[in-house]
């Protein structure tokens, strides 16, 4: 489903941010990536979807190529893969639904879109998305009057309108009260089990990526240092992820 | 370092004023002729009420439709002179046009549309567009400038095209600040406005210089009054409504 080979980041000015990544994420695997502030997790997601301009090396996703790809065909890419981010990043001014909606726009008419028309079935779409991460009460209001859990449910709503294949999200619940952590990480382990969508996920808590993943890929210092399902997870490694400043 | 400011500053400073001949006792002996001036400006004359009003009316009119014409035409400007937005090759030549167009002041820009033109409130509107559309350009490009990343990044993960992206992620960020600064430049025009009459570009600044010229002060005065409750006005609207942005 996701296919990298030697990825190599290099984020101005000089930082080597990855270097010699190679994964290969089959259909239906929950990923988490494990490892440390600065070890590239965040890079890693934002390359594969080109946020992030890899350097070197190249990445394929659904069996069509990221890199390399014309701004058309990464658009094409792009829509297929939902991305959840840390600090939710909805637009703060419009309602939950037309946050969500915005997740049709890889697929809507571009000009019909700006004038802000949308498909009568799109906006199904997006209610049933919404609906499903338990917010469809919550529609009309306007995403800056959510609280922190329930933007980042609203952002996963927005990756599901995508119809994606594979949904990337970046420590999708350090910018939570931990007590919503195990909410947030249900409803992506929903998606992953009842939708059979690929989940690559970034995390930082030891504990919660090993239950929930299904397989654990640590990085340390943008290198790939551990790659295994979570039983594998031995003291040992984790002092090879974490660098053993860090125990449990 | 500090020091060396401080007296550059200070010559500076005395050379203008012995430059621009500013001089107190000057300013002393003047004062019994602005009384005067004052004195034969009252009591107002209200005969020429209607006139001051039409006057008034004809420069709110310029100032909203110069206003409101500038606030469209410079929201590709806008977009075109943001560092973010716009590649290196449009953004500077962008950036340095806006520059250069802004430093001409609206009462410059309405000298010479009332050469191009002619007498009358249209060249004050031409006037008011050209000033104020480069102006909120270079607003427009520094809201644009400032906006949050994330939703940015949000809506170019979903596929969506670069209008797209502008539309829904750059767009609903800086919408209100710019009919914030629309409304702002709306009162400023105004008060620009009042003088535009001076050079012939219509208004009420028209009556001002002419019953002043007449040596009408009385009428002057009743002109000078509609102008400031008129200005009073449209502030105390505006500023609410910009309030109400934020």
């Known amino acids: 489903m996701v296919e990298v080979a030697g990825l190599r980041v290099v984020l101005p000015p000089a930082v080597v941010a990855l270097d010699s990544v190679d994964l290969s994420v089959r259909p239906g695997e929950f990923v988490v990536i494990l490892g440390p502030s600065g070890s590239g997790k965040t890079t890693l997601l934002r390359a594969l979807n080109r946020l992030v301009e890899p350097t070197a090396g190249t990445i394929r996703i659904g069996g069509r190529a990221v890199t390399g790809a014309s701004p058309t065909e990464l658009r094409l890419v792009r829509r297929q893969v939902g991305m959840i981010f840390q600090q939710f990043n909805l637009v703060r001014r419009l309602s939950a639904l037309d946050n969500v909606l915005t997740g049709r726009l890889g697929y809507v008419a571009p000009l019909a879109s700006v004038a802000g028309r949308f498909p009568e079935r799109d906006r199904i779409l997006a209610r049933d998305c919404l609906a499903q991460v338990g917010l469809a009460q919550l529609a009309t209001r306007r995403a800056d009057k959510l609280s922190g859990g329930e933007q980042q449910r609203v952002a996963i709503a927005r990756a599901l309108a995508q119809s994606p294949g594979v949904i990337l999200a970046d420590e999708p619940t350090a910018s939570l009260d931990p007590a919503l952590t195990g909410s947030i990480m249900d409803a992506l382990r929903r998606i992953n089990v009842e939708r059979g969508l690929t989940l690559v996920v970034s995390q930082h808590q030891l504990a919660t990526a090993l239950a929930y993943a299904t397989r654990i890929v640590g990085l340390r210092q943008g290198r790939v240092v551990f790659d295994g399902p979570p039983s594998a997870v031995t003291p040992p490694v984790v002092d090879t992820i974490y660098g053993g400043a860090v125990s449990r | ?246």
């Open chain 2, 1 to 246: 370092m500090r020091r060396a400011v401080t007296f550059v500053t200070l010559a500076a400073l005395a050379w203008a004023a012995w430059d621009t001949g500013a001089d107190p006792v000057r300013l002393a002996r003047g004062l019994p002729w602005l009384l005067d001036f004052l004195r034969r400006m009252v009591p107002p004359d209200p005969s020429v009420l209607p006139a001051a009003l039409a006057g008034a009316l004809t420069t709110v009119e310029i100032a909203l439709l110069g206003t409101a014409a500038a606030a469209v035409l410079a929201l590709p400007l806008g977009f075109l002179s943001a560092r973010n937005v716009a590649a290196p090759p449009v953004f500077y030549p962008a950036r340095a046009a806006l520059n250069f167009f802004r430093s001409v002041d609206t009462l410059v820009y309405a000298l010479v549309f009332v050469a191009a033109v002619g007498l009358g409130p249209f060249p004050g509107v031409l006037a008011v567009v050209g000033y104020t559309t480069t102006s909120l350009a270079k607003l427009y490009s520094e809201a644009i400038e400032g906006i949050e990343r994330g939703p940015v990044d949000a809506i170019t993960a979903t596929g969506a095209t670069r209008l797209q992206i502008l539309r829904f992620g750059v767009l609903p960020q800086v919408l209100p600040l710019f009919v914030s600064y629309v409304l702002y430049r709306l009162e400023t025009n105004i008060r620009a406005a009042t003088v535009l009459g001076f050079v012939g570009a219509g208004g009420i600044g028209f009556y001002l210089q002419t019953y002043l010229r007449m040596i009408d002060y009385r009428a002057a005065s009743t002109v000078l009054l509609v102008t400031v409750v008129m200005v009073m006005v449209v502030d105390a609207v505006s500023s609410r409504l910009r309030d109400r942005l934020v």
